[in-house]
């Protein structure tokens, strides 16, 4: 089951827009995956919210600056292609700038990054038992 974590300061988004921001990036991260948005995967793919202090970001060691978002994206090794990633990339820039009012292709678009962790076979585990992708696979098939 996929997993996310946002890292923003505190204040740089409001909590509609983050609402609105962590449904989409479900939805986006469902759809690279090629699983549909039934119930069950929704309700098994967390959302981790990491909202920090303005103070506790510096960019370049200087102080906050302009807020920042860092998008952690924890999927099973081979779910996702080199084009679903991408996809997926240009997904998430489009739903957070959306989210915060930044323009997806202006100077602020590197405020943004995404990074995509690949867990390899066997080294996921919940309920106590290492879960392996094919299981992960079966459930969404069925």
Not at 20 to 47: H, I, K, M, Q, W
Request: hydrophobic content about 40%.
């Amino acid at each position: 089951m996929p997993m996310i974590d946002l890292t923003f300061a505190r204040g740089s988004i409001d909590d509609d827009a983050l609402s609105r921001l962590t449904d989409e990036l479900v939805s986006a991260l469902l759809r690279a995956e090629r699983a549909p948005g039934t119930p069950f995967l929704r309700d098994n793919t967390l959302v981790y919210l990491h909202a920090k202090e303005p103070a506790e970001v510096s960019v370049g060691g200087r102080g906050s600056g302009e807020p920042r978002f860092r998008v952690e994206l924890t999927v099973f090794a081979g779910a996702l292609d080199k084009a679903r990633k991408e996809q997926l990339a240009a997904d998430v820039h489009e739903a957070v700038c959306a989210a915060a009012g930044i323009e997806p292709h202006g100077p602020r678009a590197f405020q943004i990054w995404t990074l995509i962790h690949e867990i390899p076979e066997g080294n996921w585990a919940g309920g106590g038992n290492i879960i392996y992708y094919q299981q992960v696979k079966g459930l969404v098939a069925e």
